[in-house]
């Protein structure tokens, strides 16, 4: 008994040696998980603002009404009625021609392709956005398979806001721009 108490006592102090390190539960950093961490994790669910990127407010969900109140629009605008939005998060600033170049560059040949100079998403065949070849608007060119940000007048237009952009090229923008944060695509 004396020698399997023995052999057991050396197996459990060399074993500990390569024990992982604290399991992920643990918030604490005691290497247990206990009522502390339960605690510091209701804590973090409970927090009425998620964590967003610096760039990016965070607008909380609520109720507007939705439509035409002063009779000048169009009759699809009416009836006025009340809407629900869940919370969500946007951006501060506009995306910029440089930003929607990158995406475009990352989804050439994955999601997206270019037909007449406008680019198209492949799984629904929508057009995405206009190039500067099919729209003096869009300071995009596209050249020899990449997308390049056009300069106008000497000046780079890198910063200004990408324009020539329809609902699914902003879906598709945002969903890659999610993915790369590591977020939930819609």
């Given at each position: 008994m004396r020698n399997r108490i023995?052999?057991?006592?050396?197996?459990?102090s060399s074993a500990g040696l390569c024990l992982a390190a604290c399991p992920s539960a643990d918030l604490s950093g005691d290497c247990f998980v206990d009522y502390e961490d339960f605690a510091l994790m209701a804590a973090q669910w409970l927090t009425t603002e998620p964590c967003?990127?610096?760039?990016?407010?965070?607008?909380?969900?609520?109720?507007?009404?939705?439509?035409?109140?002063?009779?000048e629009g169009s009759s699809?605008?009416?009836?006025?009625?009340?809407?629900?939005?869940?919370?969500?998060?946007?951006?501060?600033?506009?995306?910029?021609?440089?930003?929607?170049?990158?995406?475009?560059?990352?989804a050439l040949g994955s999601s997206i392709y270019v037909s007449g100079e406008i680019v198209y998403g492949t799984g629904n065949n929508q057009p995405y956005c206009d190039t500067y070849t099919s729209s003096s608007y869009s300071?995009?060119?596209?050249?020899?398979?990449?997308?390049?940000v056009?300069?106008?007048?000497?000046?780079?237009?890198?910063?200004?806001?990408?324009?020539?952009?329809?609902?699914?090229g902003s879906a598709a923008y945002c969903n890659?721009?999610?993915?790369?944060?590591?977020?939930?695509?819609?």
């Open positions: 023995l052999v057991l006592t050396v197996l459990l967003i990127p610096d760039d990016f407010v965070y607008i909380p969900d609520g109720y507007f009404q939705m439509g035409d109140s002063f009779s699809d605008e009416l009836p006025v009625h009340t809407v629900h939005l869940d919370s969500f998060a946007i951006g501060k600033f506009e995306v910029t021609n440089q930003e929607y170049c990158e995406y475009l560059n990352s300071q995009i060119a596209y050249s020899g398979g990449v997308f390049t056009r300069t106008k007048s000497g000046r780079s237009m890198a910063n200004d806001p990408m324009v020539q952009v329809s609902w699914y890659w721009r999610s993915q790369q944060a590591g977020k939930e695509q819609c």
